[in-house]
T-cell receptor, first 115, second 112 residues
Framework: DTEVTQTPKHLVMGMTNKKSLKCEQH?????MYWYKQKAKKPPELMFV???????INESVPSRFSPECPNSSLLNLHLHALQPEDSALYLC??????????????FGEGSRLTVL | SQQGEEDPQALSIQEGENATMNCSYK?????LQWYRQNSGRGLVHLIL?????REKHSGRLRVTLDTSKKSSSLLITASRAADTASYFC????????????FGTGTQLKVEL
């Protein structure tokens, strides 16, 4: 199974809502990632979890709150977002270090619209 | 922060032609990876070249790496309409742990 599954595929939320994006993988990968991608731009790294611990936070605003409840699941909790946070949110997973050195497997993304 | 910059930003070719896109990066790397993204979809890993390799092939893909110039190129031979996508390089920086950032990308359009 080489799939990374993201839900929901589409999400529309108001600025006062609280919602969550979910990501699941069953490849035994111990590194999981959140990226944000605006139209016609490259994905921007937000967070990296390694062995279920947050290892990288790229100075992301606190209205985005990641959570890694176990080695297969990654969540991104959203609260008090702004319209400029509308984007495609991509989850990825990889082996931690080792060989091959960390090819990333991506989900299809969650398209978020903030009204 | 972005580690890679690609050129051209956009490339339009006819089916059957070759497509070459280039990536320049800033610091020492362990490897450099190339990914493809179809419009609005997730990224798909294409090929990885290690810092001690100079050239690598996978099907119609050929990747070169010149660490002295901090640059890499991706060649797609005999392109097909299905190759239409955005292509991103991702240099894995030495000492960067699991951090992987993407270059600015090349939008490739292959016309029939």
């Amino acid at each position: 199974d080489t799939e990374v599954t993201q839900t929901p595929k589409h999400l529309v939320m108001g600025m006062t809502n609280k919602k969550s994006l979910k990501c699941e993988q069953h490849m035994g990968h111990r590194a999981m990632y959140w990226y944000k991608q605006k139209a016609k731009k490259p994905p921007e790294l937000m967070f990296v979890y390694s062995y279920e611990k947050l290892s990288i936070n790229e100075s992301v605003p606190s209205r985005f709150s990641p959570e890694c409840p176990n080695s297969s699941l990654l969540n991104l909790h959203l609260h008090a977002l702004q319209p400029e946070d509308s984007a495609l949110y991509l989850c990825a997973s990889s082996q931690v270090g080792g060989s091959p050195a960390g090819e990333l497997f991506f989900g299809e993304g969650s398209r978020l619209t903030v009204l | 922060s972005q580690q890679g910059e690609e050129d051209p930003q956009a490339l339009s070719i006819q089916e059957g032609e070759n497509a070459t896109m280039n990536c320049s990066y800033k610091t020492s790397i362990n490897n450099l990876q190339w990914y493809r993204q179809n419009s609005g979809r997730g990224l798909v890993h294409l090929i990885l070249i290690r810092s001690n390799e100079r050239e690598k092939h996978s099907g119609r893909l050929r990747v070169t790496l010149d660490t002295s110039k901090k640059s890499s190129s991706l060649l797609i031979t005999a392109s097909r309409a299905a190759d239409t996508a955005s292509y991103f390089c991702a240099p894995r920086v030495t000492g960067g742990g699991n951090k992987l950032t993407f270059g600015t990308g090349t939008q490739l359009k292959v016309e029939l």
